[in-house]
């Protein structure tokens, strides 16, 4: 009988699903943001732009290490007067009064490439609000590759792209395009390396996505907690488990009392075969009051078991118990029966298992328990726990019909012992063992114990 092993090989980062992470870089927004900076087309100038010269000089130096040069733009002032229309209409939701007034603009005999640029990069943020996210892609793919876009709006629309197509699921490309964007708008910021991380580690390349976070981290005064979250979970895809170590312990020691981060420390040393110092771990924080929960209790407890310490573990969650932190069900109750088991407290894992039974959809906690009474003499109390093993199903069914022989024989029920004997020799793993019982019983006697 074994403590069971902590399972975390996928990590899972406290996320409905690791390998689904979305990094909330807000991409329709973003989208706005770029039109916002040109939302007033040539031949049509705001206020802003009349009274704050700064202002535009900031707009035309947001990408100094560009290496592509603005483009002309010209656009007839009817189609400018149109887009303006659709673009209101897009912010006020209304998507497909928007898209009507677009399509008439891209249908225009008078449509210059800067207009249908400019128009299909308002078409693709109305099809992404009315969740059509190829269709966004693809009129996003056609606005780039017109190059007539000036760069406060071309660059914004690759980016965009890329996190279009990382919320689609097309990680290759993601990557591709958050790298066509840095190159040729010569803005390394954190944001987009982080997205080209996100991509690779969705996309498996777990090595270049750790390259790509740890990038974007270092330019980053604020990382975002997903950021970790991805390094992290690319570290445990290579069973990188020191590095993993690292990371976390850096984190914990700026939010020492975080209990996520202690637990998510505590399952990479117990991946790395370092049980001891995720004990220590959660021993501390039991010390600082953060053990609290049934899953607190229970990976404690766990642990206390593969340390070789499960009279701990029995007694941590008794203590849980007590305290109403743990609440009555099969798997804790069977892990205390376990962790009794372990400590060779019989007695009470007996009655442990016993309270497993009832919650149990199987009879692997009446097996154990009939074992246990086994051992201790109690074979009315046995038969009765391995009968019921047997009605509810277990997985060694040879071992349960040994025992249950074994019961029915120590009772004086010789046929009954002789007949659970034969259906354990139906089993390959009992089959000499339940032939052995068979001899001496029908001999009148028992094999002798070694």
């Known amino acids: 009988m074994q403590a069971a092993r902590i399972q975390s090989r996928r990590y899972s980062m406290h996320a409905p699903n ?3 992470l979305v990094l909330c870089l807000g991409a329709v927004s973003l989208l706005a943001a770029g039109i916002a900076s040109a939302s007033r087309l040539p031949g049509e100038r705001s206020n802003e732009q009349r009274s704050s010269k700064s202002s535009s000089k900031q707009t035309e130096n947001a990408y100094p290490n560009a290496k592509r040069n603005d483009p002309k733009t ?3 002032g009817s189609l400018g007067t149109k887009l303006n229309k659709a673009q209101e209409a897009a912010s006020d939701g209304e998507a497909d009064k928007a898209i009507g007034l677009i399509d008439e603009v891209l249908a225009d005999k008078k449509v210059t490439p800067y207009a249908k640029a400019f128009a299909l990069y308002l078409r693709s943020n109305a099809k992404w609000e009315k969740e059509d996210g190829a269709g966004a892609i693809a009129d996003l793919k056609e606005a780039i590759a017109l190059d007539a876009l000036p760069n406060s709006n071309q660059f914004p629309a690759i980016y965009t792209l890329a996190q279009f197509q990382l919320q689609e699921e097309q990680y290759a490309d993601a990557a591709k ?8 708008s010569g803005d390394k910021k954190a944001e987009a390396l982080a997205v080209k991380g996100n991509a690779l580690y969705r996309a498996d390349k777990f090595q270049e996505a750790i390259d790509a976070m740890k990038l974007a981290i270092a330019a980053s005064d604020k990382p975002q907690d997903s950021w970790n979250q991805i390094l992290m979970a690319s570290y445990f895809e290579l069973n990188q488990f020191g590095e993993a170590a690292k990371l976390s312990e850096s984190q914990l020691q700026k939010n020492p009392t975080d209990k996520k981060l202690i637990q998510q420390l505590a399952s990479i040393y117990v991946n790395n075969d370092q049980n001891e110092k995720a004990l220590q771990l959660l021993t501390d ?6 053990i609290t929960t049934a899953d607190d209790y229970k990976l404690l407890a766990q642990l206390y078991g593969q340390a070789e310490k499960p009279a701990e573990g029995a007694a941590l969650l008794e203590e849980g118990f007590q305290k109403g932190a743990i609440q009555p069900s099969y798997d804790m109750y069977k ?3 376990d962790s009794y088991a372990l400590a060779e407290n019989e007695t009470k894992a007996i009655d442990a298992y016993g309270k497993a039974s009832p919650l149990a959809k199987d009879g692997e906690a009446d097996l154990l328990r009939g074992q246990l009474q086994i051992n201790n003499q109690l074979w009315a109390p046995a038969k009765e726990s391995l009968t019921k093993a047997l009605s509810r199903g277990v997985k060694r069914q040879g071992a349960a019909y040994v025992l249950l022989g074994n019961a029915e024989n120590e ?8 007949a659970a004997m034969e259906k354990a020799q139906s089993y390959e793993e ?3 063992m339940a032939g052995t019982w068979l001899k001496m019983i029908k001999g009148g006697g028992a094999p002798k114990k070694k």
Request: cysteine-free.
């Open 18 to 20: 690791a390998k689904k």
């Open 74 to 76: 010209d656009m007839p």
């Open 177 to 184: 395009t958050v790298d066509q964007y840095i190159e040729l």
């Open 285 to 290: 924080a039991k010390a600082k009051g953060l």
């Open 335 to 337: 892990l205390l029966g």
């Open 411 to 418: 009772l004086g029920n010789k046929s009954a012992a002789i």
């Open 430 to 432: 009992t089959r000499q």
